[in-house]
């Protein structure tokens, strides 16, 4: 099957650094990958739709300016947290369609990123 | 608004089968996913449903009602493996998915 993958795995950084966080597809193109949020014992929110080529698309209440996404290729996305506070603790998680799959097709998660900010 | 309502938690016995229930109410209807999800680790893909009835997939089948807005899962023979989160989503008539809370699942020897 697909696979998607993330990148780093756990992070711990002082609180005002930046912190970048890799979303890749390995055997496969995705022209759309998603980034998601999940506190604990909460479910996905999903943060923003990340296009190839073109600004991606947030959702309601997400600051773009503080967390930047670049999808440079169709096999990979960033996610960039800048100057990173305690309270954005969380584990992200990235998410792919193969290219051609359409909008219902099934999504092929990252091994999600554990980010703690001191 | 659009709503994903599953409960919090259940708890099966090993070997025993256990029926996982979702509701929606959403804009629209493209689709509903069941994922699983092991603390601390991403998502993985169990089912799809788009039309009314059944898909069975080994031990994990998957049942639809669009006209009730409802769904389940349905998981045999338990093992204790099967301990994790289950997700139900919906992509709305945006194509965009709606994420349920999860439902905790504790399987008990």
């Known amino acids: 099957g697909a696979v998607v993958s993330q990148h780093p795995s756990r992070v711990i950084c002082k609180s005002g650094t930046s912190v970048k966080i890799e979303c890749r597809s390995l055997d496969f193109q995705a022209t759309t990958m998603f980034w998601y949020r999940q506190f604990p014992k909460q479910s996905l929110m999903l943060m923003a739709t990340?296009?190839?080529?073109?600004?991606?698309?947030?959702e309601q209440g997400v600051e773009k300016d503080k967390f930047l996404i670049n999808h440079a290729s169709l096999t990979l996305s960033t996610l960039t947290v800048t100057s990173a506070h305690p309270e954005d603790s969380s584990f992200y998680i990235c998410s792919a369609r193969e290219q051609g799959a359409g909008d219902t097709g099934e999504l092929f998660f990252g091994e999600g990123s554990r980010l703690t900010v001191l | 608004g659009q709503n994903i309502d599953q409960p919090t938690e259940m708890t099966a016995t090993e070997g025993a089968i256990v029926q996982i229930n979702c509701t929606y109410q959403t804009s629209g209807f493209n689709g509903l996913f069941w994922y699983q999800q092991h603390a601390g680790e991403a998502p993985t893909f169990l089912s799809y449903n788009v039309l009314d009835g059944l898909e069975e997939k080994g031990r994990f089948s998957s049942f639809l009602s669009r006209s009730k807005g409802y769904s389940y899962l349905l998981l045999k023979e338990l093992q204790m493996k099967d301990s994790a989160s289950y997700l139900c989503?919906?992509?709305?008539?945006?194509?965009?998915?709606?994420w349920g809370a999860g439902t905790k699942l504790i399987i008990k020897p």
């Open positions: 989503a919906v992509t709305d008539s945006n194509y965009q998915l709606i």
């Open positions: 990340s296009n190839e080529g073109s600004k991606a698309t947030y």
